[in-house]
């Protein structure tokens, strides 16, 4: 199993540009969580996602942030109109049922915006 | 609102010497308590929870509900342990994690 896939592991978008990072959970694993962490923060829950459902989405930012988990395929976050606040490490986690301590981590995208 | 706070950002211990990483959270309710590692250049990995109350790599950790607190604690600290360690937090729903802003601990020789 090769675990929790993330991708691109580094991206650089310019200011106003889109940021699409991609997640790829464990195998047999139909939970999704997307977590972000600004320098020098720990990491702050965005959402959490089931297979096309969005479950909760208490940490996302209002606007220019969404999440989706399609049927086939990763799960996608997606930035719009980046800014330089945008810049953080986003990770992602899976778990094969609702449960904070079977999440398995993804390496990270590291996002820098110039 | 749910927080997790470590006060220590960063820990220098030498080989063989005790490490204790505090670890202190506001939750109203019943939180569900674990530590998270990160070695250099690996993913974020659970290395223990308070329901479990077992011993891993030598790590233990009381949840202590007068004093709201989790702390980490390593009578021998190895090289091996030095890592990035992060406290967190969740509640009954127990699909999100809050995470305090992590401690890193450097063993030295």
């Known amino acids: 199993n090769a675990g929790v896939m993330q991708n691109p592991r580094h991206l650089v978008r310019r200011r106003g540009q889109e940021a699409r990072l991609r997640c790829s959970p464990m195998k047999g694993h139909s939970h999704v969580y997307w977590y972000r962490q600004l320098p020098e923060e720990g990491l702050k829950f965005m959402v959490y996602?089931?297979?096309?459902?969005?479950?909760?989405e208490s940490g996302m930012p209002k606007e220019r942030f969404s999440a989706e988990f399609p049927k086939e395929g990763p799960s996608i976050l997606r930035i719009q109109q980046v800014v330089r606040g945008d810049s953080a490490a986003y990770f992602c986690?899976?778990?094969?049922?609702?449960?904070?301590?079977?999440?398995?981590f993804g390496p990270g995208t590291r996002l820098t915006v110039t | 609102a749910q927080r997790v706070t470590q006060p220590e950002k960063l820990l220098s211990v030498f080989k063989g010497a005790p490490v204790e990483l505090k670890c202190n959270y506001s939750?109203?309710?019943?939180?569900?308590l674990f530590w998270y590692v990160q070695y250099s250049r690996q993913r974020l990995q659970l290395l223990l929870r308070?329901?479990s109350r077992e011993s891993i790599k030598g790590f233990t950790a009381d949840l202590n509900k007068g004093e709201t607190s989790f702390h980490l604690k390593k009578p021998f600290a190895q090289e091996e342990d030095s890592a990035m360690y992060y406290c967190?937090?969740?509640?009954?729903?127990?699909?999100?994690?809050?995470f305090g802003g992590g401690t890193r601990v450097l063993v030295k020789p």
């Open positions: 996602l089931q297979k096309e459902n969005i479950i909760d």
């Open positions: 986690a899976s778990s094969p049922r609702p449960s904070s301590y079977e999440q398995y």
């Open positions: 967190a937090l969740s509640g009954p729903a127990g699909n999100k994690l809050t």
């Open positions: 308070h329901i």
């Open positions: 939750y109203s309710g019943s939180p569900e």
